[in-house]
Each structure stands twice: as C-alpha cells, then as structure tokens.
C-alpha cells in the first residue's frame, strides 16, 4: 500500500513563504514523476507544479519564478518552495505520485495566505 504524508501548510501574510514537503511510504520504488495540486474553497483543484525522476519540472503560470519543485528519489520526497506567496494561491495542496500510469494522492496541507 502507497501512502504520501504532505507537511508544511500553514497560514502566512502576504509575501510570506513556506516550504512543503510530501513524503511517499510503502511499496513505491523510483517514481516516475511527483507533483502538487492545489484547490481552493469553492473552486476545482488544479496543477501547480511537477518534477520528473530526471529533475526537469514544469510550473502553473501564475507561480512560476516563485514556486520551486525539488524531489528526492531516493527518499521519495518532494519539496514545494514558495516565495511571495499571494492570497490567490491559498488552498488545500495535494502531493501526487506517479508509478508506471498509476497516481497516488496525498491527504493534503493547508496553505492560507491573508492580505
């Protein structure tokens, strides 16, 4: 069984940072990809970033050059760094996990950033 335990949300002003991190157990060896997924009260869940197991990522437009995705694959951890954090960006963060077409979902952390 593959469990991912996210860590991290907290509530911050405007222009704070925070740094989250997921962490995946069980039987998950070398992902292929990790990411995170946000969704905010009332509104769909969506993309924020993705890293693949050869350190490329991609980022959500609204985030990039703020946001950094890192991940550990030997760990099978990622890190979420965020910089400038606006209200908009506030929401429950969702880490993902990918394995040969399968994804794995965390519980998620809260992030609230207030103005």
């Known amino acids: 069984q593959v469990q991912l335990v996210e860590s991290g949300g907290d509530s911050v002003q405007d222009g704070g940072s925070l740094r989250l991190s997921c962490t995946a157990t069980?039987?998950?060896?070398?992902?292929?990809?990790m990411g995170w997924h946000r969704q905010a009260s009332g509104r769909e869940r969506e993309w924020v970033a993705s890293v693949s197991h050869d350190g490329s990522t991609n980022y959500r437009g609204s985030v990039r050059g703020r946001f950094a995705i890192s991940m550990d694959n030997i760990k099978r951890t990622a890190f979420l760094e965020m910089n400038g954090l606006k209200p908009g960006d506030s929401g429950v963060y969702y880490c993902?996990?990918?394995?040969?077409?399968?994804?794995?979902w965390g519980q998620g952390t809260q992030v609230t950033v207030s103005s």
């Open positions: 993902v996990a990918c394995k040969q077409g399968r994804a794995y």
């Open positions: 069980g039987n998950i060896l070398n992902v292929d990809s």
